[in-house]
């Protein structure tokens, strides 16, 4: 009875909610509690085989080499692309930011363009890019004579990770800088003048007066930038498919390899790739808790010294 | 490069070499696509014989490979379907669930906040395996409309989040004015917010826009079983798997897929660029 009185005093705000609910209800809130209730089963995913296994895939995981590999590159990618991505397209921004280059939308649009470009497209052109079998790339850097062989950028372990991280942030350059723009325009003018005034310039100009009045934002754009590196699957998979030999297997393809697609013959195991899911999502949790807690003690320090 | 900008010499020609710098380097930028729209129109020999850009003979018949043999005509079908499909689906959702997060007190409002916050950092990897499995089990999995609701409902959080901070920012007599009047709820919200809230619905829609001919790791998965429901993103890729030699066929097929979303920005740039800037405003 109160519950029913509760539903109705309140049946236009659960009536409004109903589509969200249904939608992140179906593709967020469920698949976060069924990847743990698979994560704890021993099921090839084709038939009604299902073993329970409690922590089993979780122990089993901790001993797997594959597994840890694949978890480095992904915090490799992230440390190679995040800060690469924030540092460059805060330069470009600050360029593209003054009023009388009159050229600034046209550049801003050109630097724009491979983010609206699809990854898988992305992923392929470089492909051909990179490619030791004259590949433009190889024929400059031999034309010039830089090197003396073509480099197989997407086929040696050494180089591949690397190239995918160039290219990473050449993709998505463009929406960090527009991101950063948007945060400049909050910068009023009159603050140069101050800091020209000052003789502060440069380096010193962004990091003491430019940085700490867009902060808000910069938080902002660091998290979105960190959330959208954790996307790496369609890059990878459109260039490498891991390869060569897992040099570039990270979390997700690791994931969808032993869900979906062992191309080794071995059946599919759901029930790991779900546990390796499971693990993956708790770390990246707690480096962001642990994240978000130096910020906030780094802020308090400042504010100490201040 | 900071020196250049701020210091108040010769500002002209600083401009001028500003310019000239960003001009090279914006032309290094795109000369990938470049290198593509070339490519897309030489023949399978000149790639080899042929480094530079202009082609000798204009061989138009790579994109009718492309649209026949990779199947793409089919394939930008099925990615119009969903980018559309979930577009509407996701702007319709996200911004009711906005609204009521952001305007309303009702019991369970902090619980669905803090949940709904929470999983922002979910990774895709996270809920393949789970969200592929429900699709099968309702019967969806191999069809366009399942793949178009997982595609709506990947990033719809973080969406539902940026709806809840806008709505939460406008003035509360707006709707009391509304109210006094005898305006229903359902036609305050249709008739005065979601009109006020226009610049966060050009943000949603332009991401999810991105978000749906982006994604690949759902349609790849999902149409492993039916071929026939791939979306572009996918259907090159199985055509690179296919075709390892044809690159002048794979350049069209790209440039194919390309084209609508890039004449699309380029015609709408001023609204994806400040529909992108206001999710770091909101």
Redesign the interface.
């Known amino acids: 009875m109160h519950l029913l009185h509760?539903l109705h005093r309140?049946r236009?705000?659960?009536l409004?909610?109903l589509?969200?609910?249904?939608?992140?209800g179906?593709?967020?809130?469920?698949?976060?509690f069924?990847?743990v209730f698979?994560a704890m089963q021993d099921w090839s995913?084709f038939n009604a085989d299902i073993k329970f296994v409690g922590f089993q895939n979780f122990v089993d995981l901790f001993r797997d080499p594959i597994f840890w590999n694949a978890f480095g590159r992904s915090i490799y990618f992230l440390a190679g692309t995040v800060p690469a991505q924030l540092v460059l397209s805060l330069?470009l921004a600050?360029?593209?930011n003054?009023q009388?280059?009159?050229?600034s939308n046209?550049?801003?649009?050109?630097?724009?363009?491979?983010?609206?470009?699809?990854?898988?497209?992305?992923?392929?052109?470089?492909?051909?890019?990179l490619s030791p079998f004259?590949g433009?790339i190889n024929?400059l850097l031999l034309d010039i004579g830089l090197i003396a062989r073509p480099i197989d950028f997407l086929g040696s372990s050494d180089t591949v990770m690397p190239s995918v991280i160039g290219v990473y942030v050449?993709k998505w350059l463009g929406?960090t800088l527009?991101?950063w723009?948007?945060?400049l325009q909050t910068v009023p003018e009159d603050v140069?003048d101050a800091?020209?005034l000052d003789n502060c310039?440069?380096?010193r100009?962004?990091v003491l007066v430019v940085l700490p009045i867009i902060m808000p934002?910069a938080v902002?754009?660091t998290l979105?930038t960190m959330?959208s590196a954790?996307?790496v699957?369609?890059l990878i998979?459109?260039m490498t498919n891991g390869g060569p030999f897992f040099g570039s297997e990270v979390?997700?393809i690791f994931?969808?390899r032993t869900?979906?697609?062992s191309d080794d013959g071995t059946i599919p195991r759901?029930g790991y790739?779900?546990a390796?899911?499971?693990l993956?999502?708790l770390m990246?949790?707690g480096l962001?808790i642990l994240q978000s807690l130096a910020t906030r003690m780094a802020r308090r320090r400042a504010e100490g010294v201040a | 490069?900071?020196?250049l900008?701020?210091?108040?010499h010769q500002?002209t020609s600083r401009?001028a070499l500003?310019?000239l710098a960003?001009?090279a380097l914006?032309l290094i930028?795109?000369y990938?696509?470049v290198?593509?729209l070339a490519?897309s129109l030489k023949s399978n020999t000149e790639?080899?014989g042929n480094?530079g850009l202009i082609p000798e003979s204009w061989a138009w018949e790579n994109y009718a490979r492309a649209w026949t043999e990779a199947n793409m005509g089919r394939y930008f079908f099925n990615t119009l379907f969903v980018t559309v499909g979930s577009v509407v689906?996701?702007t319709?959702?996200?911004s009711?669930?906005?609204?009521?997060?952001g305007r309303?007190e009702?019991?369970g409002r902090t619980l669905?906040f803090v949940?709904?916050v929470s999983?922002?950092?979910?990774?895709?990897?996270?809920?393949?395996?789970?969200?592929f499995?429900?699709l099968s089990a309702m019967g969806l999995s191999t069809g366009l409309l399942g793949l178009t609701?997982?595609t709506?409902?990947?990033a719809?959080?973080?969406f539902?989040v940026l709806f809840a901070g806008y709505f939460s920012q406008l003035p509360k007599e707006l709707e009391e004015a509304a109210r006094v009047e005898g305006v229903s709820?359902?036609q305050i919200?249709w008739y005065v917010m979601l009109p006020l809230a226009k610049p966060m619905v050009v943000t949603v829609l332009i991401m999810q826009v991105?978000n749906a001919?982006?994604?690949?790791?759902l349609p790849?998965?999902i149409t492993?079983a039916n071929p026939a429901i791939r979306t572009?993103?996918?259907g090159?890729?199985a055509f690179?798997g296919e075709q390892t030699i044809d690159?002048t066929g794979?350049?069209a097929a790209?440039t194919i897929?390309?084209i609508p979303?890039?004449l699309?920005?380029?015609l709408l740039?001023r609204y994806?660029?400040n529909g992108?800037?206001?999710?770091?405003?909101g």
């Open positions: 509760i309140h236009f705000a659960y409004m909610l589509p969200g609910l249904i939608l992140s179906m593709f967020v809130f469920y698949p976060i069924a990847a698979y995913g330069m600050m360029v593209l003054n009388l280059l009159k050229l046209l550049f801003r649009t050109m630097v724009f363009l491979p983010v609206v470009t699809p990854v898988a497209v992305i992923g392929i052109v470089w492909t051909f890019l004259n433009p024929g050449w929406i527009i991101y723009l948007a945060a140069y800091a020209r310039k440069g380096l100009l962004v934002f902002a754009i979105i959330v954790l996307n699957f369609p998979m459109s979390m997700e994931i969808y869900a979906f697609a759901l790739a779900a390796a899911g499971v993956f999502g990246i949790l962001t | 490069m900071k020196r900008i701020f210091g108040d500002p401009i500003i310019s960003m001009t914006c930028w795109i990938p696509f290198w593509m490519t790639i080899f480094p689906l996701v319709f959702a996200t009711l669930m906005g609204y009521i997060l309303f009702f019991p669905l949940a709904t999983t922002v950092f979910v990774p895709q990897g996270f809920t393949i395996i789970p969200v499995e429900l609701l997982a709506s409902g990947n719809i959080v973080i539902v709820q359902w919200f991105l001919w982006n994604d690949f790791l790849l998965v492993l572009l993103s996918v090159i890729y690179k690159w794979m350049a790209a897929s390309i979303v890039v699309l920005f380029i740039q994806f660029i992108l800037a206001g999710a770091v405003k």
